[in-house]
C-alpha cells in the first residue's frame, strides 16, 4: 500500500547563472517502497494495456508535435526545442534522486508552444526502486520509474486531488492512472513526456531540471602570520 512521507531538507532554487543561493526548508512528499514484486517486475508486465498502447504511439505524436512547431517556429522553439523532439533523447537516462523544477511546456494542436511556471518534483530510493512526485501545481502524479533500455524510463504512476494525499497504487483506478516517458536531453536537463492527450492541446511535456543545492558559505578564518627572520649579529 501507498502512503505519503514527508522528508524535511535544504533546498534552493538558482533560476540564472552566479545568482546567489538561498537555504531554505522545505517539506518533499514521497512515497514507500513498491512491494517486492512491483519492484522486479518489467513496466510490460506492470502497465495496463491502455497505457501500453499510449506508451507505443507516443513517438509518433512526439514527431507530430515537433513538426508542426518547426513550421510554425519563433522563440519558444529555440528555447525548447529538444524538449519536443524525438531524436533529442541522449544515453544514461536515469535521474539522480533529490529535489527538481518540473516546468510544463504544451504543444497546442497548432503547434504553438506554452511555456507554464515551475513547480517542484522529487525524485526518491535506491537501486531496487526509483520514484518521482510532483509535489504542488494543478496535476499532481506520483508514481515508479522502470527502466527501458538506455536512453529512456517508464513512469507508471496515479494522479492525488491534493500534494498532500497519498498516491494511489498504479493499476486500481484507470480515471487517475497515468503514464509516461522520461529521458535526458542535455546535461542536468530530462524531459517527462506524458502520454495522455491534454485538453485543448496537443503535447505535454515536463522539463526536469536539479535544484542548486544550499552550500553554506565558508567562515573566514583569521591566519597565522610568520615571523619575521632574526638577522644574525
Same mark, same amino acid.
Given at each position: 500500500?501507498?502512503?505519503?512521507? #514527508?522528508?524535511?531538507?535544504?533546498?534552493? #532554487?538558482?533560476?540564472?547563472?552566479?545568482?546567489?543561493?538561498?537555504?531554505?526548508?522545505?517539506?518533499? #512528499?514521497?512515497?514507500?517502497?513498491?512491494?517486492? /514484486?512491483?519492484?522486479?517486475?518489467?513496466?510490460?508486465?506492470?502497465?495496463?494495456?491502455?497505457?501500453? %498502447?499510449?506508451?507505443?504511439?507516443?513517438? %509518433?505524436?512526439?514527431?507530430?508535435?515537433? /513538426?508542426?512547431? /518547426?513550421?510554425?517556429?519563433?522563440?519558444?522553439?529555440?528555447?525548447?526545442?529538444?524538449?519536443?523532439?524525438?531524436?533529442?533523447?541522449?544515453?544514461?537516462?536515469?535521474?539522480?534522486?533529490?529535489?527538481?523544477?518540473?516546468?510544463?511546456?504544451?504543444?497546442?494542436?497548432?503547434?504553438?508552444?506554452?511555456?507554464?511556471?515551475?513547480?517542484?518534483?522529487?525524485?526518491?530510493?535506491?537501486? @531496487?526502486?526509483?520514484?518521482?512526485?510532483?509535489?504542488? @501545481? %494543478?496535476?499532481?502524479?506520483?508514481?515508479?520509474?522502470?527502466?527501458?533500455?538506455?536512453?529512456?524510463?517508464?513512469?507508471?504512476? %496515479?494522479?492525488?486531488?491534493?500534494?498532500?494525499?497519498?498516491?494511489?497504487?498504479?493499476?486500481?483506478?484507470?480515471?487517475?492512472?497515468?503514464?509516461?516517458?522520461?529521458?535526458?536531453?542535455?546535461?542536468?536537463?530530462?524531459?517527462?513526456?506524458?502520454?495522455?492527450?491534454?485538453?485543448?492541446?496537443?503535447?505535454?511535456?515536463?522539463?526536469? #531540471?536539479?535544484?542548486?543545492?544550499?552550500?553554506?558559505?565558508?567562515?573566514?578564518?583569521?591566519?597565522?602570520?610568520?615571523?619575521?627572520?632574526?638577522?644574525? /649579529?
Amino acid at each position: 500500500m501507498v502512503r505519503a512521507a #514527508v522528508l524535511c531538507l535544504a533546498a534552493s #532554487v538558482c533560476l540564472t547563472s552566479g545568482c546567489a543561493t538561498t537555504p531554505r526548508s522545505r517539506a518533499f #512528499v514521497k512515497i514507500d517502497p513498491p512491494t517486492p /514484486a512491483e519492484a522486479q517486475a518489467d513496466w510490460i508486465g506492470i502497465a495496463t494495456s491502455a497505457d501500453r %498502447a499510449l506508451i507505443d504511439g507516443l513517438p %509518433a505524436r512526439m514527431a507530430a508535435a515537433h /513538426a508542426l512547431a /518547426a513550421k510554425r517556429g519563433g522563440p519558444r522553439l529555440a528555447a525548447d526545442g529538444a524538449l519536443i523532439d524525438p531524436a533529442a533523447a541522449l544515453d544514461l537516462a536515469a535521474l539522480p534522486p533529490g529535489p527538481y523544477t518540473c516546468r510544463l511546456i504544451r504543444v497546442d494542436p497548432r503547434g504553438a508552444i506554452a511555456s507554464f511556471s515551475p513547480d517542484t518534483c522529487y525524485v526518491d530510493g535506491d537501486a @531496487g526502486a526509483v520514484s518521482l512526485t510532483k509535489q504542488n @501545481g %494543478a496535476s499532481l502524479p506520483g508514481g515508479w520509474l522502470h527502466a527501458d533500455g538506455t536512453k529512456r524510463l517508464v513512469f507508471l504512476g %496515479a494522479l492525488r486531488r491534493r500534494a498532500p494525499d497519498t498516491a494511489a497504487p498504479y493499476g486500481q483506478n484507470a480515471a487517475i492512472d497515468i503514464s509516461a516517458i522520461i529521458e535526458r536531453v542535455a546535461p542536468f536537463r530530462w524531459r517527462m513526456t506524458m502520454t495522455g492527450k491534454p485538453r485543448n492541446g496537443l503535447l505535454d511535456v515536463y522539463e526536469l #531540471v536539479p535544484m542548486t543545492p544550499s552550500v553554506p558559505a565558508p567562515r573566514r578564518t583569521t591566519s597565522a602570520r610568520t615571523p619575521r627572520p632574526v638577522r644574525a /649579529a
